[in-house]
């Protein structure tokens, strides 16, 4: 499985941007998709994620702005962030694993990983 993010920008505080994640290799029915980001100098975060079992997750800081959805048709993973902060400010990256994993925050969880997409929120 590879995975291609993209959908990053700049943005006003209060704006909106929705960030895809595109997989290929096959099995994405059955993965787990999560979004990760990192601020200079600061470690990698948990955002959120969606499970194959249909449960998501989400960081407390972006509850309720945050939306994560998948489209298995597509092996395409979305998050939908409104109501941006400047703490939102990261660069974004999705992931999976290799094995079976039904819901995890701590990046060594997974393996497979995107490019990353870059978030700007100015104030």
């Known amino acids: 499985v590879q995975l291609q993010a993209c959908g990053g920008g700049l943005v006003q505080t209060g704006g909106s941007l929705r960030l895809s994640c595109a997989a290929s290799?096959?099995?994405?029915?059955?993965?787990?998709l999560a979004w990760f980001r990192q601020a200079p100098g600061k470690e990698r975060e948990f955002v959120a994620a969606s499970s194959f079992t249909g449960s998501n997750n989400y960081a407390d800081s972006v509850k309720g702005r945050f939306t994560i959805s998948r489209d298995n048709a597509k092996s395409t993973v979305y998050l939908q962030m409104n109501s941006l902060k400047p703490e939102d400010t990261a660069v974004y990256y999705c992931?999976?694993?290799?094995?079976?994993?039904?819901?995890?925050?701590?990046?060594?969880?997974?393996?497979?990983w995107g490019q990353g997409t870059e978030v700007t929120v100015s104030s």
């Open positions: 290799g096959g099995g994405f029915n059955s993965k787990t």
């Open positions: 992931a999976t694993s290799r094995s079976l994993l039904f819901m995890a925050f701590n990046p060594r969880s997974y393996d497979i």
